[in-house]
């Protein structure tokens, strides 16, 4: 299927200094998504795109030279919506991408709505139509039909374009630094999951006393081995709910686990040995004491000052044409409203970070502490007074 190597790829790469990639997967019922198809985007020289499909389902290839351009700084990795294609890339090839511009997060940079689709970004961008009409397949079927592969392809042919349009947009709006600076957070994504991150985000977790969350805990490796051994989601393993509940009682038989909702027989039958087994050895472990501040609790008084500042932030955010979500999200007002309330140091959140405290962090502070004031000005848009204002 490739016409050029995984070697000669990144040689063309490191000549153009760019690529742009994206990936095929399936996810359902899976433990983790499966990779199955990685489509490859190099500049042509003449403005277009040479596109190459690697077909990890049934190809023989070596990774390494790929893996290597992927990691190198010196060279752009285009991608669109880049969070899954990153996460997967870097599991299956074992390497960071360290490079990534985001077409999607360019947009909304560049003053068009967040989370914008590739379809409708090719149409403000380029004019250009997509077919779409192999969008939900399945990917893991060999062999790939050719309306499969035409699909794939279609899904770079532009992206080096489409890359370029914005990169000019945001030289001229004086944004492209903002946009790489939050690209640059996906050299951290990675999909392999933490047991420790899977516990702590355990519902209702923190209420279990220190030998039940080390019960808890061990459950949780349990499960996750099992998921991993049989290719499964881990909820169709053991749910959230059921596992603390087990851990919160901790049955030391199938006929005390039976009395636990939440565990269907067919679960019982081929699991509540494991279970209890895994509920024996958490009760030899170490207790698991809770760790940390408990953070302050919402107060329900809140909801106007959130209203409030997020009022703020959408009047800067149109004015400065950048998308809403770029700049905050309520949970992001709670923590921030939540600090002053109680005199507590400003929160570590991105409102109040890098560019964004500069659009309106500064100024959402100064909201939250009776210096600015927003009224209904003329032409009934809201104005905002006080300070700098």
Same mark, same amino acid.
């Given at each position: ?29 899976? @433990? ?28 023989? @290839? ?15 990795? =285009? ?74 392809? +279609? ?6 374009? =489409? ?51 080390? #019960? ?7 499960? +996750? ?43 019982? $039958? ?19 004491? =809770? +760790? ?56 570590? #959140?991105?409102?109040? +970070? ?20 927003? $009224? ?14």
């Amino acid at each position: 299927m490739p016409s050029r190597s995984p070697a000669e790829i990144a040689e063309r790469a490191r000549e153009t200094g760019r690529l742009g990639i994206d990936t095929e997967f399936m996810g359902e019922g899976r @433990y983790q998504p499966l990779l199955c198809l990685i489509q490859i985007a190099l500049d042509d020289g003449e403005g277009g795109a040479e596109v190459i499909v690697l077909d990890p389902l049934t190809e023989e @290839y070596d990774p390494a030279p790929l893996a290597e351009v992927l990691a190198d700084p010196a060279i752009e990795i =285009v991608l669109h919506a880049a969070r899954q294609d990153v996460a997967l890339l870097r599991r299956d090839w074992g390497q960071q991408i360290t490079n990534v511009f985001d077409t999607q997060v360019a947009a909304g940079f560049a003053g068009m709505r967040a989370q914008l689709g590739y379809e409708p970004l090719l149409k403000e961008t380029l004019g250009v139509r997509l077919r779409k009409s192999a969008s939900f397949t399945r990917w893991d079927d060999r062999p790939l039909t050719e309306e499969q592969l035409g699909y794939a392809r +279609e899904d770079v042919l532009h992206l080096l374009q =489409v890359a370029s349009a914005l990169q000019g947009r945001l030289t001229e709006l004086g944004r492209l630094d903002w946009a790489r600076e939050e690209c640059a957070a996906f050299t951290a994504i990675d999909d392999r999951r933490d047991l420790e991150v899977v516990f702590g985000k355990l519902p209702r977790v923190n209420s279990l006393d220190p030998s039940q969350r080390a #019960v808890a805990r061990e459950l949780v490796a349990w499960r +996750e081995e099992s998921a991993r051994g049989a290719d499964r989601p881990v909820s169709s393993i053991l749910h959230d709910a059921a596992l603390v509940e087990i851990a919160k009682r901790r049955p030391q038989n199938v006929d005390r686990l039976r009395q636990i909702r939440g565990l269907n027989e067919a679960t019982l $039958h081929r699991r509540g040995k494991q279970i209890v087994e895994a509920v024996v050895r958490g009760r030899e472990q170490p207790p698991i004491p =809770v +760790e940390g501040v408990k953070p302050t609790q919402p107060d329900a008084e809140d909801a106007p000052l959130i209203a409030l500042g997020e009022a703020l932030v959408r009047t800067r955010a149109m004015e400065s044409e950048l998308a809403y979500e770029l700049i905050a999200a309520r949970a992001d007002l709670q923590k921030i409203v939540t600090a002053v309330r109680n005199g507590e140091p400003e929160p570590s #959140v991105r409102t109040l +970070e890098g560019w964004r405290r500069e659009v309106v962090g500064d100024e959402l502070l100064e909201l939250l502490a009776g210096k600015r004031t927003l $009224h209904v000005g003329p032409g009934h848009r809201l104005q905002i007074d006080g300070a700098d204002a």
